[in-house]
């Protein structure tokens, strides 16, 4: 028999987390930008795809054949022009909305270190470096100029991925175990020199009850 390829690094079988392209304008994507026009959402995607992929290159490196880090280097080398203009964009934005000069400026430096922690995660990175791996190879395959078309297409897949989802096949026990202790109430239990502390048939069956109700179904 035959060995099927593994469908990704991290999962024996990945969760779905393939969405709709995106336009940048929808709640769930929480950009931040209200007001803002379609240039200026293309232009919070691509910088917020910037954020996301590099945060991955940081914080994915458990995983080496991801190539988080190598492709956000050459993703930054390759579309440097594009992402450029966003930000010149996004400071346009905030000049417009918050107030010219250094107040327009403070805002849309703190939108920068705002939106990098909402990409930091811990429960939820091995599906997180997973897309960020899939996205950062989409990235450095993109014509020049198309970076945005990258963020449109999975910038909604790269959201979804920040909420937990495990492995598909044989669930997640790392994340779904939970220790099930007896009651440790003096009542429950009867004191026997020979054969130490016994358990109360009654507190037993309610611990069995409640250890087997507490059992991941998945």
């Given at each position: 028999?035959?060995?099927a390829p ?188 020979k054969k ?23």
């Open positions: 028999m035959f060995a593994a469908n990704a690094q991290l999962f024996w079988n990945p969760p779905d987390l393939s969405t709709p392209p995106v336009t940048g304008a929808e709640p769930d994507l929480k950009l931040g930008l209200p007001g803002a026009t379609p240039e200026e959402l293309r232009a919070g995607l691509v910088w917020n795809l910037r954020a996301a992929l590099n945060v991955a290159a940081l914080q994915c490196e458990f995983e080496p054949t991801l190539l988080t880090r190598t492709n956000y280097n050459a993703m930054i080398a390759h579309h440097d022009s594009e992402l450029a203009s966003a930000l010149e964009t996004l400071n346009g934005y905030f000049q417009r909305t918050v107030g010219k000069g250094k107040a327009g400026q403070a805002a849309s430096d703190q939108y920068g270190t705002r939106i990098y922690s909402t990409y930091s995660t811990v429960q939820a990175q091995r599906g997180f470096c997973q897309i960020a791996g899939s996205i950062g190879r989409d990235a450095i395959f993109a014509n020049r100029g198309h970076l945005y078309e990258v963020a449109q297409k999975r910038m909604g897949e790269l959201k979804k991925s920040l909420i937990l989802s495990g492995e598909q096949y044989f669930g997640t026990p790392g994340y779904s175990f939970r220790a099930s202790l007896p009651p440790l109430d003096d009542k429950c239990w009867k004191v026997n020199k130490g502390d016994l358990l109360l048939s009654s507190c037993k069956a309610r611990w069995e009850a409640e250890a087997q109700a507490a059992k991941p179904t998945g």
